[in-house]
């Protein structure tokens, strides 16, 4: 009993230790999603308050606090400012999307992470899927219909860098972005054809392609029950290679982490991350991810210092 008691100890000991010295990190990650420009960074949260940095898109952003429209950001260079929500996308985690790749019937979604678990919903092959977390062999995914459930790791393909049958898999991969209701999806690329299916926010889309019209880009889409209809891209977040979300931040000891052109120690350093700054890695390899600033030079940092 005493050995116990000194065990449980101990390990409590430990874990106060740990907390105590764990390095304090952003609140979450996000990732500029201007679509032209890069985003305005502000001294204050105001509309009228001066510009201080700016941050290219598809760059991330360590998200410090949220400040009614704003979020309170740090950037690469360490600078310290405001950049408006609606141009950011936060992400606590990796935001995957996922194509089903069963060769003939739809891959069943299940209640939990198991072959026995319920079955509560079912996504077409060829669909995609919002990737949320991974729990053994089995992803734990979001539906259009806003479903949450667990469909198996073999059935279900990266969106973003799949490439083994190009001409069988999407362009690209996107994450529904409305704010409140869901994405009305609909027959044609026009905002008065008839609405056939609707796709919840923060579930993902397959991206068939995209249309231009007198007032929108639309997306030509593939939904989880197989019907393929149209989504105004200014509620889709497309995530391609250079758009994947994947942020983390920088967890260097002391100075900012170095960003080299190339994944090596000898190659040159073409820009700094501050320690605590968030990066969006668009490719990972060999301990180096291959990443974005918010300058918008693309290079490469190590694994090593990265959270």
Known sequence: MYKILKGLLQSAVFLIASLVTMPAFAEACGVV???????????????????????????????????GTWYKVRLNDDKVGYGSVDYIRKSTSQEGCGIVT??????????????????????????????????????????????????????????????????????????VITKQD?????KSPSQTAKVIGKAATDSALRILSTHDSHDYTWGK??????????????????????????????TTKRGPLNIRSG???????????????????VDSSDGWDKVILNNGKVGYASSDYVR
């Open 33 to 67: 999603t201007t679509e032209r420009d890069p985003l305005n960074i502000r001294e204050s949260s105001s509309q009228t308050a001066t510009v201080i940095a700016k941050a290219a898109s598809g760059s991330a952003l360590s998200i410090l606090s949220t400040h």
């Open 182 to 186: 869901p994405l009305n999806i609909r």
């Open 221 to 250: 889409v593939k939904l989880n029950n197989g019907d393929v209809g149209y989504g105004r891209m200014d509620y889709i977040m497309e995530l391609t290679p250079k758009k994947a979300v994947l942020c983390v931040i920088v």
């Open 102 to 175: 069963t060769k003939r019937d739809p891959l069943n979604i299940r209640k939990s992470s198991s072959q026995t678990a319920t079955v509560i919903a079912k996504a077409a092959n060829g669909s995609a899927l919002r990737i949320l977390s991974t729990h053994g062999t089995w992803y734990k995914v979001k539906l259009n219909n806003g479903d949450v459930g667990y469909g198996s790791v073999d059935y279900i393909k990266d969106g973003v860098n799949y490439t083994a049958k190009p001409t069988s898999y999407p362009e690209s991969c996107g994450i």
């Open 263 to 281: 994944p090596s120690q000898e190659k040159e350093v073409i820009g700094k991350a501050a320690k605590g700054s968030a990066l969006n890695i």
